[in-house]
């Protein structure tokens, strides 16, 4: 079969001399067309076929016959010589017609260039027969001449000859592996000259020799040689074979329990994609790519595309063709498992439960403010500031509408209104219980008022303690005015005033009822003063400005001050006259300020809702940021027994933290939020403006914009 | 008069008060032809049935099995308001006898009422709030009454009824902040005061013509000139102290014992003869108010939170709460027992809602008293039938209520 491949190239050389092979070359060729041409007709056939889904493929009629009649046509070559041999003889009988050829039995492709064939019994040349047939010729002849097939070429001649009906017959039987000979018979019965069986005769009558039953003398003397070398221990008796193996354990010395071990460094392969919808043979209509989206994911670069296909609809799972892309998805994958990262993902089994930090529950940290118990109403716009009474009976609050209320703690009563005649930025009641006076900021002045509430004889020791004041001899010179109040602002309860060059911020007052320190709005060395009352003696205590002060506070026992600028808070040493240290608030701008009682700790709120808690013993940096707060804080609050602090925002709400501060230097405090009060309604942006704590009761007061205080218990 | 034969009854599981009082009704009418329709509230195990039977016998674990004796007594009417007296300012505090209504103010003036709602009396004096009022003794002549003040001060008062005078007889100094509460012992001699100043003091409520010496600092001539117009000075017989916080209310328990309420969350019981502390109550808020009832011999306690408690004064064990009534929104700023019925009280609050309870039904009042529009400050009750309450919208509502009702088991 190996000629049929070389079958398709022959066809285009040019028609030569060599008939014999032509002849076949040409038989095999159409019928290889053919073959050819209804393979493919017949595969094309076969999906109509099946798309028209009619019965079923049926191989072409043809073919089993035309190849047969080519193997017949080759057995016929290789029965050459035998035809010819015959033909000899037949020829015999006519002499006219004996055209011999001489060469002998020499390859006729000798031949192929000469115009002659050979030579005949005179020695004259045969020529070769003039064929001038072509392909059409040959054709028509195969169509027409009956007796075609049974025609074939001499070789030596190139003379057409018919076969006879009995070498047709002698040709086929050749072809079917049978003997030329119709009366040979192959399966003729054997005759056995020896036979398995035994039989009472021997073959020969020959004794058996002596040495048969005699021992052999060479034998024993090797035996007795060996005998003695083994008496001698020259042999030595055959080692018991060592079974063991040749190849041995790569891993078996490797700890079983150390991570390395390759056990546990399985990776498991990544896994394949699931296939989804789009996949599918009918997918939903969804699925199927529209004309822009074909455009586009054919433009799109293949390692850029979403999906490395495009979604196809069959009619039926029948219908659908060969996956084209199956080696290549093969081999991606393969590609995908031996180049997958060999890296293992050490997870941690922690629950996440465990990470957070074990606090204590709200309820176990009873008494802190719930719920809203008192709305303190009369102010008719917001309320900024707040301060409360040593003893906790009173309550005042400034407000934009110009004026100082001062409230009954326990009913809400609105006891005394003090019109001041401008915006109140800030209340601050002395401290020190027996003191009764209450430090106002107003426009540029401190008005330092006696409200008259509460024992009749603290506040007239208080008008006393203030009348007492004899001025110095000298003149002084003084960053601020003092001005005694007139009669009319006397009969008001305003005491003194102090007033200052610019619009005040805020007032405070030391622990000891004695010095107040303002903040004045302005970014020059005067914006901290600190004044003291007794001696009506202001100073000021900074050389140089450090930037816009925010907020300021004294140290409730030490001499430390501490100023709060817009992202620093620093505390000086009053005494020494020195900055001790410089707290970095991590916030923006700082709002508010408030010292733990015990005066280690500091909390401050910031406009960009966070609240740092300080321990001034730990660092500079805050030892917790609190981010409860949704906005602006506007006013942070220490209690001052309970552990409790609070902050107001301009979320309306106030947080109730709970803050416990350890006598052991080694315990860090206990942060825990316990309680959200909401109450204040949101005015002009504004929610809570001033947060403060009861003296002793767990009581949180609160001022909002919305022109109310209230009062959660 | 409602007695029925003692036959148990089989009641539907989901029966309803009213379901159980038409039953009554029913045999009531089956003996007794003339019978009128009654309304009753029925007890079981001494708790008032509020909701179907099975739901109550559910809560207090009473088995359905058994024989439940279930009480009953004609239905506590509604208080009717009456009268609504209208103050300049809010009313602090009100004491009403038979007679006469006495209310004190925060227009610094206490002030005498008839029980119609008729002005008798303005009794002005004082500097500052007056903060609790008290009758001390009342003739058909004259009348001795009290008023404290947030100006430090007590002052006794004679009015004189026909002439329709009030005099100041004495002026009770000494007290170091505001007089929040005065008590007037059973012999009407003696008063006790609670302050804002941490301090009891107990007083000698018998007028006299002498002048108690006060060692006053000499520089506040004018001061004292002030107080001189008002009566003579007068010291206190005894000062307890002891309590942390301000004292918020006082009362005399019986003859020689005075119980004390304060911020710092104590009950204090003091034997008024020696001054000592005997006990000590401890709740865990400020208390505002406590009544004591001789018929029961319970506390009440009327706290900054939304409950109503009751306390065994003589328990040993000190800070048992025995009930806890709630329905209240507000704090509760002063609790009334009534004078007449052991278990009723009246609890007036920061919600603006007077409430009138029976200690058998701890979960819900009986009535709810809405007629206010601010804070309620001061409740009080009379024998003569009649309810008050003052608060911070300036008036002053009556009720009456309807006498008390006998019980009848069944």
Redesign the interface.
Known sequence: MGRRSRGPPRRAQPFQGAESEEVTDSEEESVYSGLEESGSDSSEEEEEEEDEGSDGSSPPPTRTPRKSKTLEDESALEGNEALLAQNEYEEDSSDEEDIRNTVGNIPMEWYQDFPHIGYNLDGKKIYKPIRNKDELDMFLEKMENPDYWRTIQDKMTGADIKLTDEQVELVQRLQRGQFGDVHFNPYEPAVDFFTHEVMIHPVTNRPADKRSFIPSLIEKEKVSKLVHAIKMGWIKPRKPKDDTPTYYDLWAHEDPNSILGRHKMHVPAPKMKLPGHEESYNPPPEYLLSEEEKLAWEQQEPAERKLNFVPQQYRCLRAVPAYPRFIHERFERCLDLYLCPRQRKMRVNVDPEDLIPKLPKPRDLQPFPTTQALIYRGHTSLVRCLSISPTGQWLVSGSDDGTVRFWEVCTARCMKTLPVGGVVKSVAWNPNPTICLVAICVNQSVLLVNPCLGDKLLYGATDHLLESYEAPEEERIQPVQWVTANVEEHSKGIRLLIQHSKALKQVTWHGKGDYLASVVTDNSNMQVLIHQTSKRWSQNPFRKSKGLVQCVLFHPIRPYFFVATQRYVRVYNLLKQELTKKLMANCKWVSSMAIHPGGDNIICGSYDSKLAWFDLDLSTRPYQLLRHHKKALRSVAFHKHYPLFASGSDDGTVIVCHGMVYNDLLQNPLLVPVKVLKGHVQTLDLGVLDVIFHPTQPWVFSSGADGTVRLYT | RFAVQDVPFSVPANAETTDLSHLINKLLAADNADHKYVEFDFLINGQFLRMPLVMHMETENISTEEVVEIEYVEKYMAPQPEECIFHDD?ISSVQATEEWILTGC?DHTARIWSLEGKSIMTIAGHTE?VKDVAWMKQDSLSCLLLSASM??TILLWEWNVEKNKVKALHCCRGH???VDSIAVDCTRTKFCSGS??KMLKIWSAVPTDEEDEMEE?A??PR?KQKTEQLGLTRTPLATLSGHT??VSSVLWSDAEEICSAS?DHTIKLWDAETGDLKSTLTG?K?F?SISYSPLCRRLASGS??RHIRLWDPRSKDGSLVLLSLTSHT??VTSVKWSPTHEHQLISGS?DNIVKLWDTRSCKAPLYDLAAHED?V?CVDWTEAGLLLSGG?DNKLYCYRYPATASDVGA
């Open positions: 809010w925060y709030v100006d430090q170091a902040g505001s804002w100043d600092a520089n506040r001061k916080e301000a911020w865990n400020v505002n900054t939170d507000g704090w920061l804070k400050l911070a």
